[in-house]
């Protein structure tokens, strides 16, 4: 494979520019600066190897999305996506240049020091898509509610019969009146932007249980669906960011994806472990951690899991029952001898990850 040519991409919105490193230890060469545009890329790599499985080809992943990656590999070019955070750097480095970067891409693309990140299809990537915009409509009630809820309270308007934002709280919000034309001006407003935030939410959420039936994710969904905890919105959200469980080899190579293991600093006999690393997912790490907050109480097999559980294979309800039994168990131990509540949450989220990397090993997920 000595006439193997390495490919660095700098991707922006509106250029990218190419570098080229051959094989052996030359160093890389700019080729130059063209337009964002598929297919004259293509047409440039042609020029560099009519042969183009001779080609292996990188760029960062980051707002410019996949699409690049998929069309190269459609036309048989070996081209993978990398992370930017862990592209290595040079201490001391203090001029970062376009021209730069792409000439480090293909220098490291050829040493195979580049860490390479999963690609989804099209399709995954357009639920994805479709979840995150559902958490930022959900963020977006959020501050909706909470502009609102100051607002009453600046004005003397303090919500004290049970809980904010359920339908009584509603009845009572939409009561408060004001003398001041200004004032009912900015209530009105307040009111009809949580309206509207909360109609958002509600939309979107509809539209993300029409578009996983059908879809490739389905079957996992429904499997993780049968888990305490996981309902159709978090399986759906871990379903969308994962992909196939089956690509981590090891319980903790995912549960390291998922910023859940210890950060460690390591010196001769010296062991010293620190927080969360908190790199990787943290779309997923965040819906784990919601997720284990339903462990407080014994196992039990209620009416709505049982029925989430319709048509789930023996076992993987049975990797399910063994997570219950596992974390309600592991919660009350931790509560008894008095572990500090969030690193005992952060460890059950770690196990729950576990148990759900076992049962993406399940070929037949459902009945």
């Known amino acids: 494979m000595s006439n193997v040519r390495y490919v660095g991409l700098d991707v922006h919105k509106d250029s990218i520019v190419m570098s080229v490193a051959e094989s052996g230890n030359a160093d890389a060469k700019v080729l130059g600066t063209f337009p964002n545009d598929i297919n004259k890329i293509i047409r440039q790599l042609k020029k560099l190897s009519p042969d183009l499985s001779l080609l292996r080809v990188c760029y960062e992943a980051g707002p410019t999305g996949f699409g690049l990656s998929r069309r190269l590999k459609k036309e048989g070019i070996d081209c993978v996506v990398v992370a930017p955070s862990l592209v290595p750097q040079k201490s001391g480095l203090r001029i970062k240049t376009d021209r730069k970067d792409s000439r480090k891409l293909a220098h490291y693309l050829r040493s195979g020091d580049l860490t390479e990140v999963w690609v989804p299809d099209e399709q995954t990537e357009a639920l994805r898509d479709l979840e995150r915009t559902r958490d930022d409509a959900k963020n977006a009630e959020r501050t909706a509610r909470h502009q609102l809820s100051k607002f009453l309270l600046r004005n003397d308007r303090a919500y004290r019969d049970g809980r904010e934002w359920t339908a009584k709280h509603m009845i009572w919000v939409r009561q408060q009146k004001f003398d001041d034309a200004c004032r009912q001006c900015v209530m009105d407003d307040y009111v009809k932007a949580a309206d509207d935030a909360t109609a958002r939410v509600k939309q979107l959420m509809k539209h993300i249980e029409i578009f996983i039936e059908g ?36 319980a903790r190579q995912f549960m390291a994806f998922l910023g859940l293991v210890p950060s460690e600093s390591s010196s001769g006999n010296s062991v010293r472990r620190g927080s969360l690393t908190k790199t990787g ?10 997720a284990v907050q339903h462990y407080r109480h014994r196992p039990v097999l209620s009416a709505a899991l049982r029925k989430r559980q319709e048509g789930i294979s023996k076992e993987v309800r049975d990797i399910s029952w063994q997570a219950q039994q596992r974390l309600c168990s592991r919660l009350t131990h931790f509560t008894n001898s008095g572990k500090p509540r969030n690193k005992a949450i952060v460890a059950l989220a770690r196990e729950l990850a576990g148990f759900l990397w076992s049962l993406g090993q399940v070929s037949q997920l459902l009945a």
Do not use: C, W, Y
Request: proline share 2%.
């Open 281 to 290: 997912n943290g779309h997923v790490r965040r819906i784990l951690i919601e």
């Open 215 to 250: 879809h490739a994710l389905q079957p996992l969904v429904k499997a993780m669906m049968s888990f305490r905890g996981i309902q159709i919105l978090s399986a759906t959200v871990i379903a969308a960011e994962i992909g196939d469980l089956r690509r981590f080899k090891t």
